[in-house]
């Protein structure tokens, strides 16, 4: 089983290639800054000898290295009189240790020394009667050694063409298009550490003979917007990022009404070694250099699974941090590859963050900027109705709010309907536009089918008394179907009875697009 935090590679995130003869060619410590907030508060000494006011430790299994960043330190008493107190950092491996009074912390910039192995020891040590002081610490950088991302002794991607994944730049990462209300996307959260993720871009061409990157056309390019970027940077299993983009500034379509198709979301599977996992995205690649951080794709085993922890034996390279991890006998993306982890040998996976992550499920409920656009209302009506064979055109509307918790109905209605006879509610978690029966079937398949009902009204005579009504609310919250949860956005129509209609013996109401609130 794959240990909670697990020791991770150098970032999937691939920088563009530069090949100007005068440039540097350096090489940065394969490292991660991860989040870590530890705070000691405002703690004194006031005995007479020396005390540890507070202490933590910091572990990041499979590190080879650490280094420390504060947001504050606060040192009470007189340094220059050796009255003063500070901080101890101590490696746990070889028992090297650094010593912080006011004037270190200053030339440090608040950071400590790099210090070797995956665990240190940090002290607050007061000198007596020396004030107060506090440490708050804010994230540490963690080195790993350079692991492979190819599982097994060949890299066996292919070209692809799938119209939900995008090249995330200029960082050189994958985003993808998903199926929540306002169709956004998501990607690796290291991938969006320091505001560098700016711009995605479909349709993207082969690159040159050397492996320069070639950009498709303006209309295949979309800007992201800062207000709606949400993200948490944290290791294997919480490495997660959500945003959205304007639309196209030539064409004026959002990015899936270009494309046209999204990523449905779901939750892992139970680990099974017999199910695959399915990887598309932008990774570098040198055989042929045309493929270089162009879209590939490979499947391979789903390997491990512990928490929000996943693995899977698909090949990567840089490039592919972010892309969704699609489960195929599923149909389903359950999770966004983050970190290598593979061998030659196939005895490791790569890895990657479930979306049962908790703080990802937050942010999918409660989205930002034009994420939340079309959530907001929590429901748009879109498509349109047949007209019965009485003339009558059928009506679709809600009652209440979409909830993943509220105990008040949701109520879903036709009205307007076909006396007397019966009719049945119908979802999908992707909307469509699809010719049917005389009318437009709005939902796209697989569709998920309600009990039929019959719709009531006048009795004795054929007229659109009838009316339908299903509890949307406690079909969501019953957990017969894990896809209805907060954050996402599902699709619904009524199909009716109409036996006399010319084009088809059903009828068809508009569509609503609910969106699941908290």
Known sequence: MLPLRTAFALLLCALPQISLPLCAQSAPAPSSRLDRRMDSGVVENDSSERRVLAS???????????????????LGGDEATGNGSYVRITSMLDGASQVLHASH?????????????????VELIGEPKSG????????????????????????????????????????GCTAWLISDCGRCFLTAGHCMS??????????VPPSTSSGGLQNPPPEHQYAVDSVSRQFVNGGVGNDWGYFGCFPNSN????????????????????FSSSLTMRITGYGTDSSPSTSNQVQQTHSGPYFALSGTALQHQADTTGGNSGSAVFWEQGGVAVGI?????????????????????????????????????LCASGLTQYCTAKVNSLGCTPQISSVGTPSATS???FLI??????????????????????????????????LIRTTLQNSGGNVGVNNCSGTHSYDMRARIQSGLDPNLRAGTTVYVQWLTRDVASPTGPLGLTAALAVSIGP
């Open 337 to 373: 590859h983050t970190h290598a982890g593979c061998n030659s040998t196939s005895t490791g996976g790569n890895s990657a963050t479930a979306l049962t992550n908790a703080g990802l499920q937050a942010a999918l409920a409660a989205p930002l900027g034009v994420c939340n656009t």
């Open 56 to 74: 933590f430790s910091i572990e990041e299994p499979g590190a080879i290295w650490m280094r420390l960043y504060f947001d504050e330190l606060v």
């Open 132 to 171: 107060a002081s506090r440490m708050r610490l804010a994230a540490i950088d963690a080195g790993f050694a350079v692991l492979n991302s190819i599982c097994g002794a060949s890299d066996d991607r292919v070209l692809s063409a799938d119209p939900r994944a995008a090249r995330a730049m200029p960082v």
């Open 251 to 270: 064409t004026g379509l959002k990015p899936f009404q270009a494309q046209g198709a999204a990523y449905v979301l779901a939750n892992p599977p139970a």
């Open 105 to 121: 912390a200053a030339q440090w910039r608040n950071s400590s020394a790099y210090m070797n192995g995956d665990a240190v020891l």
């Open 194 to 203: 320091g505001s560098n993720l700016t711009v995605v871009q479909f349709n």
């Open 413 to 446: 209605t036709a009205s307007n309907v076909l006396n007397q006879k019966s009719g049945m509610l119908v979802y999908s978690l992707m909307s469509a536009a699809t010719p049917f029966q005389g009318g437009t079937l709005c939902v796209a398949s697989p």
């Open 407 to 409: 105990p008040a109905p």
